[in-house]
């Protein structure tokens, strides 16, 4: 309520102190609380070590959503090791206590092979089951499972149907995917326009993604008009949200000299950063850069 200012003005501070105050009561949703204060600084310092500790101590009152944060911290390395054995074990216990985060993040775990063997069909059913309880990531998720046939066979009609719903949940994935499939015509005609919409939308709540398509949109013209500005500008703010996409499409800005001048060292700066995390294409554009200097 403090946090979010629900009928009420947000105050972090009070927000902390209630935390944590039911937390000195053993109140396993005000540990857990107190744990996300501790992680966002919510009245307080972030903490990552407290974080974790609380997280831990509320796992283990048996507070669902407890379980389903130590497993984060496990996954992410917050205050403790990374160790993907202990977060899938903690999505387990957390979904089998009905929880529809921890159903949606051990369905990650067995697409991924996070902490376990790789078994596609149960992560399709299990994101089903998060879906079921109208979660938007599993929702998103299981979307995804039907536009590439994981554990499930190619659907792309259900596949923009479950886009549609979690971006109407406010999901910033799924307005992400949405605006994919206007703009590639996946189970939908083609629409630049509500493509251009929803990666303006998802670029809103500060999805990396997003705001590297919403720049593509600039760029080129999809569904507006062309603005190589904007575009340098939006590419620059996905590269800092460290978004792999992002910093090669910078690096083909500095390159070319589109909407900055041209900055072959930016330009190699951006690309490695790209490569470093995986793109090919950054790669190869080092390469080109080398073999002609």
Known sequence: MYIDGEGIDKNYKKAFELSLGLAEKKYSSGINLLGFCYKYGIGTDINEQKTFESYQKA??????NGLNNLG???EKGTGTDINE???FESYKKAADLGNSSGMNNLGFCYENGAGTDVNEQKAFEIYQKAAAFGNSYGINNLAKCYKYGIGT???IQKAFE?????ANLGNSCGMFNLGMCYENGTGTDISEQKAFEFYQKAA?????SGINNLACCYKNGVGTSTNEQKAFKLYQKSADLGNLCGMYNLGVCYEEGVGIEKDLNESIYWYSKSAAQGSDDAQDKLNNIFLNL
């Open 59 to 64: 796992a283990n009152l048996g507070n669902s």
């Open 72 to 74: 984060t911290c496990y």
């Open 85 to 87: 054995q202990k977060a």
């Open 153 to 155: 066979g190619i659907n």
């Open 162 to 166: 479950l886009y549609y719903k979690a």
């Open 204 to 208: 809103n709540l500060g999805n990396s």
